[in-house]
DNA sequence: CCACGAATACTCTGAATCGTATATACGAGG
DNA sequence: CCTCGTATATACGATTCAGAGTATTCGTGG
């Protein structure tokens, strides 16, 4: 997956939208928008625009014309080129086919949890299940509706997968409150200890444990 | 979910060290990658000394001393304020009860997907699936290794949350692979004739749609 | 039919973040 | 003695972000 000279997945969406017709900036943030594309594709218009341009120094769009409408400013529509396309597909096949490791915030949270006493965790995570299972739920309709609409689920489909991943995420979040309140889960005595006494994993803990860890990289 | 003064979960991980004893960054560093967080917490000096920078403008560390062995470079170590260990605690909090939006690059992929033609779609798909699959095994090997030592699950329980994403993630490659080659995708005929007559649904066809999907931001 | 607040159509800025390169010291191994 | 790996950082350009700023146009209630 060699470096892209523009890596924001903004900038993909963007050589797609110009796949089908040439337009300027502003307009390519309402049709995102329109398409729920931001949904799934984070756009703001300061990456807009700094993307675009980078798209054009690098020769992957072009200007098609500018026009003035009134006393509005400057519209700049840009068309894509044949490095555009190449790289497009080039780029979305990558993406398609390769998973890469991405950083949540909630993987980030759970790696310090132990920071926190089990019974908060406990009351926070309970929290956090009742959000997830609300946003699933409303989710779950909206789909439903358009299945009635008959607008094909392929357009989409990102929801559907993010609903897999919220699912995934629920299953795992019963399993951790499961896990604290009847001390299923392993450690928790060690951790429900260590709160009270200070006690933690020693350095030697650790460095036993270095050696299947760093294989994970 | 109150707008934080440093935002980097970086800087979430620096403030969670330093409840354990003072530091300099350079440790830091190393007892992460020790600990394994960096998968789990993106790390790259460039960020570490900013993110520690930050912290200690914003008041939550300070310095304890700056202390220089032979003629090697400073090592300045730092302390945990008051106001970062609140920082510490309610950040965390909130990171553990409250979902954010991730924008993963796979989901932005999937919602460009039909700018690739469906049967070159399937190629791509099957090769992420493998590769899921192995790196799901390969993960799985090294949690089994380190509960035969013994070593608490807890420490390293975002490992098992991972896995639980993946698996989400290959049963829905799954579910789409099946889709695509038998058909029963709604939609992959239109998809398919799209790629070669050129059709695509219209401005008209997501005008009806967008009153649902609005409603899911 | 007009005033004025809301929505539309953009531009700009400063700060945060990233990746990567570089400086420099020291100790160990060949 | 030379080279590597570990130790401890700094530099820096490019990207990305959040949100403020600035015009125009639209919608609506008086």
Redesign the pocket.
């Known amino acids: 997956m060699a470096?892209r000279?523009?890596?924001?997945p903004?900038a993909l969406a963007v050589l797609g939208l110009l796949t089908e017709r040439p337009m300027?900036?502003?307009?390519m943030s309402?049709t995102l928008r329109e398409r729920a594309k931001e949904q799934s594709i984070?756009l703001?218009?300061?990456?807009l625009?700094?993307?675009v341009e980078?798209l054009h120094r690098h020769a992957l769009i072009e200007v098609q014309e500018t026009l003035r409408e009134?006393?509005?400013?400057?519209?700049t529509i840009y068309t894509i080129t044949d490095a555009g396309r190449t790289e497009f597909v080039d780029w979305l096949s990558d993406l398609l086919a390769i998973p890469v490791k991405e950083y949540t915030q909630f993987e980030a949270a759970l790696s310090l949890m132990p920071g926190l006493p089990p019974d908060e965790v406990l009351r926070l995570v309970q929290t956090r299940r009742t959000r997830l299972e609300t946003e699933i739920v409303a989710t779950d309709a909206v789909l439903a509706d358009l299945a009635r609409q008959k607008f094909p689920y392929l357009f989409v489909i990102e929801l559907d997968y993010l609903q897999e991943i919220r699912r995934a995420e629920l299953a795992f979040v019963d399993r951790l409150v499961a896990g604290i309140r009847d001390g299923s889960l392993e450690g928790v005595d060690v951790w429900r200890r260590a709160h009270e006494t200070g006690e933690l994993p020693t350095e030697q803990d650790w460095k036993e444990a270095e050696v299947q860890l760093r294989s994970v990289d």
């Open positions: 470096k000279k523009v890596s924001n903004l300027h900036p502003y307009e309402t984070k703001n218009y300061g990456s625009y700094a993307v980078s009134g006393r509005r400013p400057e519209r």
